[in-house]
């Protein structure tokens, strides 16, 4: 099942992917998220989350795993690394970013710098979710996205370590 690209987001929304058991699917992250999928024409990607279950506060609302959470899904996910072996894996959101490229890293998707860590890139996008409340133009995620599909392509001729 190996991969060009693996997106990782937070946490499975939960009016989509907690519910479909599929991550970033049913909900209008998903939608967003395929969707640029789509438009950048990427093929031979993996959808995964930093944690398995929808973490909700007392109000049922969804939100941001605890330091708790994600530990307890870490290997789950570096499993799926392992598995899945992509040459470059998007961070969706700052969260997913610190857990995969580390705090030293600036979580900055405007800049477009790439890390290399283990054998892979790592990219900085915006969250869907981000996009979707407005705080970020769905026309600059399109080019953010194109902006991918083009790394993608420059690293599909460089030899995989």
Same mark, same amino acid.
């Given at each position: 099942?190996?991969?060009?690209?693996?997106?990782?987001?937070?946490?499975?929304?939960?009016?989509?992917?907690?519910?479909?058991g599929v991550p970033f699917s049913g909900d209008r992250s998903g939608r967003m998220l395929r969707e640029m999928i789509r438009r950048a024409g990427l093929r031979r990607v993996f959808i995964t989350n930093l944690v398995r279950c929808n973490p909700r506060d007392a109000a049922g609302r969804n939100?941001?795993?605890?330091?708790?959470?994600?530990?307890?899904?870490?290997?789950?996910?570096?499993?799926?690394?392992?598995?899945?072996?992509?040459?470059?894996?998007?961070?969706?959101?700052?969260?997913?970013? &610190?857990?995969?490229?580390?705090?030293? *890293?600036?979580?900055?998707?405007?800049?477009?710098? #790439?890390? $290399?860590? +283990?054998? !892979?890139?790592?990219?900085?996008?915006?969250?869907?979710?981000?996009?979707? &409340?407005?705080?970020?133009?769905?026309? *600059?995620?399109?080019?953010?996205?194109?902006?991918? #599909?083009? $790394?993608? +392509?420059? !690293?599909?001729?460089?030899?995989?370590?």
């Amino acid at each position: 099942m190996p991969a060009d690209v693996m997106f990782v987001g937070i946490a499975p929304g939960r009016f989509g992917g907690d519910r479909t058991g599929v991550p970033f699917s049913g909900d209008r992250s998903g939608r967003m998220l395929r969707e640029m999928i789509r438009r950048a024409g990427l093929r031979r990607v993996f959808i995964t989350n930093l944690v398995r279950c929808n973490p909700r506060d007392a109000a049922g609302r969804n939100r941001d795993p605890s330091a708790r959470e994600i530990a307890n899904c870490r290997d789950h996910l570096m499993r799926e690394l392992e598995m899945v072996h992509p040459r470059i894996v998007v961070c969706l959101g700052r969260i997913a970013w &610190r857990e995969l490229v580390g705090r030293d *890293a600036a979580f900055d998707p405007h800049s477009a710098k #790439a890390v $290399l860590r +283990d054998g !892979a890139t790592y990219v900085a996008i915006y969250h869907p979710g981000y996009v979707i &409340r407005g705080a970020y133009p769905v026309r *600059a995620y399109a080019r953010d996205f194109a902006r991918l #599909a083009r $790394l993608i +392509d420059s !690293a599909s001729c460089k030899p995989q370590s």
